[in-house]
């Protein structure tokens, strides 16, 4: 089956720095990659939307300047955590669609710590 | 913008009984998915449904969608320990690819 891998698996940092938080498929090429936060026994809030080579498409109330996302191949985006602060601590997840756009694989997630 | 609220938002059953979660948009769907996320885990695909009224199965798993495709429901018959987990259902639209998750319904099973 379609595998999508997340790195890092856990971060933890200071805050006021940055963290890269890359996800990759390895085994299809994801024409969509989506963008999740989880907080602690709460659902996934989709954060933005991205296709190859364009620009992600964030959802409402998500900055796209703190969390940048660049989406450079078919199998890569990452998701940039900027001047991350303590609010920024949670689990995210990313997912990746192939050409049907159908099933979402999700990745493993990561989980951030900023202290 | 759309929501999508699940009921219940946690349940507890004796191992062996049945166990339904319900899934309801508030707009019209274009199709809808069904994840299991164990705890610590991510989500993982159960199924989708497409077509207005669909009823599909997997073994114990029964996912219905609704006439108005406003609405969904999974049901597992005889639940077992290792049905534990919190159960998604993610909703899209008519035009758009991304999907928006319901608030999840948590699953204890107890032996």
Known sequence: ?115 | GQQVMQIPQYQHVQEGEDFTTYCNSSTTLSNIQWYKQRPGGHPVFLIQLVKSGEVKKQKRLTFQFGEAKKNSSLHITATQTTDVGTYFCACSGAGTYKYIFGTGTRLKVLA
Not at chain 1, 42 to 63: F, I
Request: glycine share 6%.
């Open chain 1, 1 to 115: 089956g379609a595998v999508v891998s997340q790195h890092p698996s856990r971060v933890i940092c200071k805050s006021g720095t940055s963290v890269k938080i890359e996800c990759r498929s390895l085994d299809f090429q994801a024409t969509t990659m989506f963008w999740y936060r989880q907080f602690p026994k709460k659902s996934l809030m989709l954060m933005a939307t991205s296709n190859e080579g364009s620009k992600a498409t964030y959802e409402q109330g998500v900055e796209k300047d703190k969390f940048l996302i660049n989406h450079a191949s078919l199998t890569l985006s990452t998701l940039t955590v900027t001047s991350a602060h303590p609010e920024d601590s949670s689990f995210y997840i990313c997912s990746a669609t192939g050409t049907s756009q159908e099933t979402q694989y999700f990745g493993p997630g990561t989980r951030l710590l900023v202290l």
